[in-house]
């Protein structure tokens, strides 16, 4: 059959993709079992670790009993879903403590055993017995924070809760991309994120700075969620005679020159207009100048092994503190 | 259809090289500082 006209060219463009997504995604994955690429762990973790809630106000939850290796370190999910070992239900002579939470708090890029839920674990224990329990997840903002406990939290009657709060826990819950079969290929993601970093160099509004600050501007919707989220988690503790505690943690871009120190000090207010104990971090960082050395990898600024330990060494004191 | 591939077979080798080319560049040279937030393929 004779091919003519636009059709040889489509064709021809046709094939050469083909052959070149073929090579490339098969390159991409020999390279991937050497490095690391943070974009592409992010999109493994959606695809192996991350699974659809029922409760839309959640989102997302991780498949129980789940062990993989992301960001080159060992990743294991107990049946309940958390980043942690089994814990029974019923209590044992241990005060409990849930830590809520985002990809942080779940340690992620970190061992278990370096997250800041193990070291205040082991350093409170040295005071009084006590078990934490990792509620961390990726992704979550304060709204699906409380959400989660709710659903799965309450069940383990925990003495106190201690929600970590980071910058873009004020976005809208996220769904799920519709195309997110295309995470499946590391050359894909791997496009994505250089198109990412590319938009937020040429586009307006779109470095980390201007989009934080954002989700703080007068009306925002993913902050008003928070806001609710928050009175709920503390009127819900107030009613099981729970302890709150919220923790600012810092973001790692600059911390000589804080740029959202502002949008801290509003949070702060409202939690403490509202009768909730509240810790922010950011200024214990402030002698760090040189903030890369506390990232996971030169493209990814969460929290590394080292920053986990600041974050345990300075929360110690307020977490450790018990009511009555 | 064998005209076709008998008259680009090089030529559809030489694009899918140089798109692979452009790749290994995109993972070899520096990106330059993380500028951007946080934000998600997949979720």
Known sequence: ?324 | MKDFFSMYKTKIVVLALILLIITILLIILPSGPQNRPFVYQIY
Request: one cysteine or more; hydrophobic letters at 40%; proline letters at 4%.
């Open chain 1, 1 to 324: 059959m004779p091919i003519t006209g636009r059709y040889k060219v489509f064709l021809f463009l046709a094939l050469s993709l083909a052959v070149f997504f073929l090579i490339a995604e098969l390159a991409m994955r020999l390279y991937l079992s050497f490095h690391t690429i943070y974009d592409i762990e992010m999109a493994r973790y959606a695809t192996i670790v991350k699974a659809h809630a029922s409760n839309p106000r959640i989102g997302h939850v991780h498949k129980p009993n789940v062990k993989t290796q992301l960001m080159g370190v060992a990743v294991r999910i107990n049946s309940d879903g958390l980043r942690d070992r089994e814990f029974f239900l019923r209590k044992n002579n241990k005060y409990r403590i849930i830590f809520l939470g985002d990809s942080i708090t779940f340690g992620w890029g970190v061992k278990e055993e370096d997250a800041f839920k193990n070291i205040l674990e082991e350093s409170i224990n040295r005071r009084y017995p006590v078990e934490i329990l990792n509620f961390g997840v990726g992704n979550y903002n304060t709204e699906q924070e409380v959400s989660f406990f709710l659903e799965r939290g309450l069940k383990y009657s925990p003495d106190k809760v201690v929600l970590f709060y980071f910058i873009n826990d004020a976005e809208k819950t996220p769904r799920r991309s519709p195309f997110w079969l295309l995470g499946e290929s590391r050359l894909i993601s791997f496009y994505w994120s250089k198109a990412q970093s590319l938009i937020s160099r040429i586009l307006p509004g779109r470095t980390y700075k201007e989009y934080y600050s954002g989700l703080y501007k007068a009306g925002a919707e993913g902050w008003l969620n928070a806001k609710k989220a928050f009175l709920e988690l503390r009127n819900t503790c107030q009613e099981n005679m729970v302890q709150l505690q919220v923790v600012l943690l810092p973001e790692l871009h600059d911390l000589s020159d804080y740029p959202f120190q502002k949008e801290y000090n509003e949070i702060s207010s409202f939690l403490g207009d509202n009768g909730i104990d509240c810790l922010d971090l950011s200024g214990f960082f402030k002698g760090y100048m040189d903030c890369r050395k506390l990232w996971v990898a030169p493209d990814d600024p969460h929290p590394n092994k080292k920053a986990h330990e600041l974050i345990a060494d300075y929360s110690l004191d307020f977490i450790a503190m018990r009511q009555g």
